[in-house]
């Protein structure tokens, strides 16, 4: 039996995909950059190769015995990286993956995509084929790195793309952001609250990721995995109140003023090389649109999301709670 690479392993997606392969008895590596995020991994019993997916002598170099791919590593949290970076991890380095892949003629590549690389959608929910447009450098990098995965897939490489829509859980704290205001009750709106947006429970995910690496109807294919329902924003808000037993907010700010500042903010902290604490990607959350159909991943794969939004919110409330990220 041959192993399974896992990049991204010290992530949030990657570390619970290793949890489970792990779990299920298969042998995974993980290719890692030198962390204390390293030490979890290999406590788990992931087999971990310190290699710079930048360089492709490196990547070929630890190839032996994999017989399968999930790519997730991904330039992505960090919003003050250069724009090269995002090019250079994103596409760049799915290339040196790709065509290691290919040489040791793997069984299934999946590479992680993202929704981001249709943008906005004004028509939800969007399916896969909806148009690409994505809207910053990050959601480009990702479209190039998706464009190119298709193209060795066209080749003959069997790989599988998947779209993650709004990760969360558990172990995560993007949605602090949102949890901690409003656990404090100084969450303010941005806008109408009536845009859409769609999550994705974390153990759902790595159900996709694992039904794209082991379907053989995934291959070739691009597959949303998203939760089973989105709402509006306002209704998300309320659900993460009811969930941590706080009011539910009511403060509203109109958009427009707030993006100006966040546009200001932007262009005034880059050149200092500062992180800017508002910039257009994190305002624009309150705007755009983000639905999306996971019929195609029902149909083929047999996706079926078990966590239902309410439960993940609840599950990721008590788990910030636990760690001390918001008050009890
Ligand atoms: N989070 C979301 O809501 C979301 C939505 C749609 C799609 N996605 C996609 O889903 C995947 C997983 O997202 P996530 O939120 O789980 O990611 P994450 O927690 O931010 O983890 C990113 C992983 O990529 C690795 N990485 C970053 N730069 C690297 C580099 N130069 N060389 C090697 N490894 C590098 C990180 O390693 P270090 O620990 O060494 O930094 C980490 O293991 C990504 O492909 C992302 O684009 C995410």
Redesign the pocket.
Same mark, same amino acid.
Request: proline letters at 4%; charged letters at 20%.
């Given at each position: 039996m041959g192993k399974i690479l896992v990049?991204?392993?010290?992530?949030?997606?990657? %570390? &619970?995909l290793c949890r489970r392969l792990v779990e299920s008895g298969e042998q995974v590596v993980a290719? #890692?950059?030198?962390?204390p /995020? #390293?030490d979890p991994l290999r406590a788990m019993g992931v087999e971990c190769r310190i @290699? =710079?997916? +930048?360089d492709a002598a490196s990547v070929n170099q630890h190839f032996d015995e994999i017989d399968r791919v999930y790519? !997730?590593?991904?330039?992505? /949290?960090?919003e003050h990286v250069d724009t090269q970076?995002f090019f $250079?991890? &994103?596409v760049e380095?799915t290339r040196n993956l790709l065509e290691a892949a290919k040489a040791a003629r793997v069984q299934r590549f999946v590479h %992680?995509?993202?929704?981001?690389v249709q943008g906005e959608i004004n028509d939800p929910p969007a399916d896969e084929n909806y148009r690409f447009e994505p809207g910053d450098h990050?959601q480009e990098s +990702?479209k190039e790195g998706e464009l190119l995965a298709l193209r060795y897939a066209a080749e003959g490489l069997p790989v599988s793309v @998947?779209?993650? #829509?709004? !990760?969360?859980g558990p172990g =995560?704290t993007?949605f602090l952001k949102l949890f901690r205001p409003i656990s404090k009750k100084m969450f303010v709106m941005i806008g109408s609250g009536e845009s859409l947006y769609h999550?994705?429970y !974390?153990d759902d $995910?790595v159900d996709g990721f694992i039904l794209a690496g082991t379907r053989p109807e995934a291959v070739g294919e691009v597959f949303t995995i998203g939760g089973r329902r989105y709402t509006t924003l306002r209704e998300l808000v309320d659900t993460i109140a009811d969930v941590l037993g706080k009011p539910r907010p009511f403060l509203r700010i109109p958009y427009q003023p707030v993006y100006m500042a966040s546009v200001l903010c932007d262009k005034l902290c880059r050149p200092l090389g500062i992180a800017p604490p508002l910039y257009p990607r994190r305002v624009e959350f309150f705007s755009k649109s983000r639905a999306f159909s996971i019929e195609k991943a029902g149909r083929l794969l047999g996706y079926a999301p078990k966590v239902d939004l309410h439960e993940g919110l609840k599950r990721t409330g008590d788990w910030y709670r636990q760690e001390g990220l918001i008050a009890p």
């Open positions: 990049t991204g392993a010290t992530g949030f997606t990657g %570390s &619970n290719f #890692v950059r030198p962390s /995020r #390293v @290699v =710079d997916i +930048k790519h !997730i590593a991904a330039a992505y /949290r960090t970076e $250079l991890v &994103n380095a %992680s995509s993202t929704v981001g990050y +990702k @998947v779209r993650p #829509v709004g !990760i969360y =995560d993007r999550m994705t !974390i $995910l």
